[in-house]
Nanobody
């Protein structure tokens, strides 16, 4: 089991930046592939970015490529998402998620991730 806690959300103006954190506790952090998803009311949860366990390979949704950067610090059991050049359409609740490496894994699928945090709100005003 792993417990995930997001932090770092808030309200910013368009063009601004935020850094989200996801702290994990439980099993050894490197066994997990980690991902960020976001959701707005009335819509499905949307893939944002993912980073694999030990190799640190990264994946991004086209809508955030070049603006968002995912990273992880395995020594601190923490994953980050740096959000730059934010736009109003980035407004959502952002969730971090964990998937156990060694199992079937598709980075952009919510069903790949059995563990989820509670979410943190990001609001971007124009």
């Amino acid at each position: 089991q792993v417990q995930l806690v997001e932090s770092g959300g808030g309200s910013v103006q368009a063009g601004g930046s935020l850094r989200l954190s996801c702290a994990a506790s439980g099993r050894t952090f490197t066994v997990y592939h980690m991902g960020w998803f976001r959701q707005v009311p009335g819509k499905d949860r949307e893939f944002v970015a993912a980073i694999t366990g030990t190799s640190g390979g990264t994946y991004y949704a086209d809508s955030v490529k070049g603006r968002f950067t995912i990273s992880r610090d395995n020594a601190k059991n923490t994953m980050y998402l740096q959000l730059n050049r934010l736009a109003p359409e980035d407004t959502a609740v952002y969730y971090c998620a964990a998937a156990i490496s060694g199992r079937s894994y598709i980075p952009g699928l919510t069903t790949s991730y059995p563990y989820w945090g509670q979410g943190t709100q990001v609001t971007v005003s124009s």
